[in-house]
């Protein structure tokens, strides 16, 4: 039973770089199969999905924010990371980091509450 | 890119009520890659239907998926009280991955 576990920081300034790490515990990151991801949801609105990644590198990135992101793997660590340049407060919202073991993400941690402010 | 417009916005019933709610396309959804989640306050969404049809580990039958193409409908034969929360449909058959905008059950 994969567990997921978000870490970082809960308050950014504007402009700033966000960066986020989500810890995998019950399985391993290099599943040949999983796919991790970054799912934000700001406060009071619906889900939005920021980007995914395989182990092996391919990454794929909501059009909305790919000129902003990069996600990383470490597989020593288990461990896969989310970083969002030039934060503005749109960019508000808790986010969920989450597997998609066989398509849809059935897998899914507790969310981290990330604000944008001076 | 598609777009998933459920409806309503808000269904109000009463436990024991049938809920139907719908979650139409933009463009056909391939091979049904089409999944719901319920999500309460305070929590992480739960997978409930991936496949369109297909409910996910440990989901009660009450809960059921249809349908293809670009309409799709959850239906909860009858409500119970830990079912009122949000609903979201989300399409995984190639990026951008994206989710409707949700479906909030609140007791009538």
């Known amino acids: 039973q994969l567990q997921l576990q978000e870490s970082g920081p809960g308050l950014v300034k504007p402009s700033e770089t966000l960066s986020l790490t989500c810890s995998v515990s019950g399985g391993s990151i290099s599943s040949s199969n999983y796919f991790w991801a970054w799912i934000r949801q700001p406060p009071g609105k619906g889900l939005e999905w920021v980007a995914s990644i395989h182990y092996s590198g391919s990454t794929y990135y909501n059009p909305s924010v790919k000129s902003r992101v990069t996600l990383s793997v470490d597989t020593s660590k288990n461990q896969f990371s989310l970083k969002l340049r030039s934060e503005t407060a749109a960019d508000t919202a808790v986010y969920y980091c989450?597997?998609?073991?066989?398509?849809?993400?059935?897998?899914w941690g507790q969310g981290t509450l990330v604000t944008v402010s001076s | 890119e598609i777009v998933l417009t459920q409806s309503p916005g808000t269904l109000s019933l009463s436990p024991g009520e049938r809920g139907t709610l719908s979650c139409r396309a933009s463009q056909s959804v391939s091979s049904n890659y089409l999944a719901w989640y319920q999500q309460k306050p305070g929590q992480a969404p739960r997978l409930l239907i991936y496949g369109a049809s297909t409910r996910a580990t440990g989901i009660p039958d009450r809960f059921s998926g249809s349908g293809s193409g670009t309409d799709f409908t959850l239906t909860i034969s009858r409500l119970e009280p830990e079912d009122f929360a949000v609903y979201y449909c989300q399409h995984y058959g190639g990026s951008p991955l994206t989710f409707g905008g949700g479906t909030k059950v609140e007791i009538k």
């Open positions: 989450a597997c998609a073991t066989y398509g849809p993400f059935d897998y």
